[in-house]
């Protein structure tokens, strides 16, 4: 069972007009700087994400879905890159 005091929960709709950059936004907009280039929920606290309709982001000519790419970059590898600096990392912490 989560401490509330110490969880927070984000609920993410995606859509077919979801973007991987309004996802990166979104996530953006809930956390908060910690040290350096690494990011984390408010407070000191951890975050439960919850995203709904995954399916739902557009497919490409290639078959892909890119907005899921950045989903899973982010569950993977802890992060993404910096929309506004190419090339620079954001490590987003304590997610559940």
Do not use: C, H
């Not at 969880?7 to 979801?18: F, G, I, P, V």
């Not at 606290?45 to 000519?61: A, G, H, Q, R, T």
């Not at 950045?70 to 910096?82: C, K, P, S, T």
């Amino acid at each position: 069972r989560l401490d509330k005091n110490a969880t927070l929960r984000k609920k993410l709709s995606l859509s077919s007009a979801t973007t991987p950059a309004i996802f990166q936004r979104q996530m953006e907009a809930s956390v908060e700087k910690r040290q350096g280039r690494t990011f984390g929920p408010p407070g000191g606290k951890k975050m439960v994400l919850f995203i709904d309709d995954m399916s739902m982001p557009s497919i490409n000519e290639w078959g892909d879905q890119v907005t899921l790419e950045i989903v899973r970059q982010l569950m993977e590898f802890g992060g993404f890159y910096n929309l506004d600096k190419p090339g620079e990392w954001k490590t987003i912490t304590d997610l559940l």
